[in-house]
């Protein structure tokens, strides 16, 4: 098990200090990984010089604890989400590689809920609701990936309306 920690870790090391042009690297698509709310895989797909699609498929529920208060019950476990952005973004700096990004889209999750009238059982609740994010993006010179780091929001239409939850997270995406 150590052994197969230490052999991830070399190679993540040197996939990251792997040298490639720095020619428009926001337009392409990107593959990463983003923890935070929600954990998961990321991909992003940029379009000219301002906008981009981003799509992260993974986990809810897990950053601001298991445990919260939702309509007329809880929520106690981890659920899967998917969530999907139409992005505007713009360089910060003359290099471009400092970008500033917000945008709009939707949400759809997955989890076990515990409502009252169930006395302790649980069901299973898919949720849909409209979310809002902002970030930045770093992209290296010379590297083939890119790190972010993004705020957001998410407000549920269907199953609890108004339920309001803090989208953050931070990652890193191989640029292609």
């Known amino acids: 098990m150590r052994k197969l920690f230490l052999g991830t870790v070399l190679v993540l090391l040197s996939w990251l200090t792997t040298s490639n042009t720095a020619q428009a690297q926001y337009n392409n698509w990107a593959v990463g990984f983003r923890i935070g709310e929600p954990s998961g895989v990321n991909i992003r797909k940029y379009f000219g010089n301002n906008h981009a ?6 986990t809810y529920g897990g ?10 019950g809880d929520y106690k476990t981890v659920g899967l989400t998917v969530q999907g952005h139409y992005l505007w973004h713009t360089a910060l ?5 400092l970008r500033a990004y917000y ?5 759809i999750n997955n989890r076990k809920t515990y409502p009252l009238r169930l006395n302790g059982e649980y069901q299973s609740t898919l ?12 992209f290296p010179v010379n590297k083939p990936y890119s790190f972010f780091l993004e705020t957001g929001a998410y407000i549920e239409l269907l199953q609890s309306p108004f339920f309001l939850s803090l989208n953050t997270g931070v990652g890193l995406r191989y640029n292609f």
Do not use: H
């Open 53 to 58: 699609f981003d799509l992260n498929i993974g």
């Open 63 to 72: 950053l601001y604890g298991t445990r919260r208060s939702y309509g007329p």
């Open 93 to 97: 700096t003359k290099s471009e590689s």
């Open 103 to 107: 945008g709009f889209g939707g949400q």
């Open 127 to 138: 949720s849909l609701g409209g979310s809002g994010v902002g970030g930045l993006e770093f």
